[in-house]
């Protein structure tokens, strides 16, 4: 089976969409989430791609689920949290 390219333009938008919903500036979302300004205007427009952790935490200040972050869809889980967060935090915090 071919594996596909994720798409971080797609998840980029999401970022934007949802932090624009927040009433979030992007000097908030990042002094929030503790990356540069520029990182997330990257991020952003999917022209870098940020780390497991910095994913993470963007789903935590965001209040949005990985699910949907990843890959746009909603989670599976009934809440904005569920399993698989819970574990994604729990491997963040083991391997900082």
Do not use: W
């Not at 972050?69 to 967060?85: D, S």
């Amino acid at each position: 089976m071919e594996m596909k390219e994720f798409d971080y333009a797609a998840m980029g938008r999401r970022v934007r969409e949802r932090r624009c919903v927040r009433q979030m500036t992007q000097e908030k979302l990042a002094e929030r989430t503790g990356i540069s300004t520029s990182f997330v205007g990257h991020i952003e427009r999917g022209e870098k791609k940020p780390s497991i952790e910095t994913i993470v935490t963007l789903s935590n200040v965001l209040d949005i689920s990985l699910d949907y972050l990843l890959t746009g869809r909603k989670n599976r889980c009934g809440g904005m949290r569920c399993e698989l967060y819970d574990d994604l935090l729990e491997l963040v915090r083991v391997h900082r």
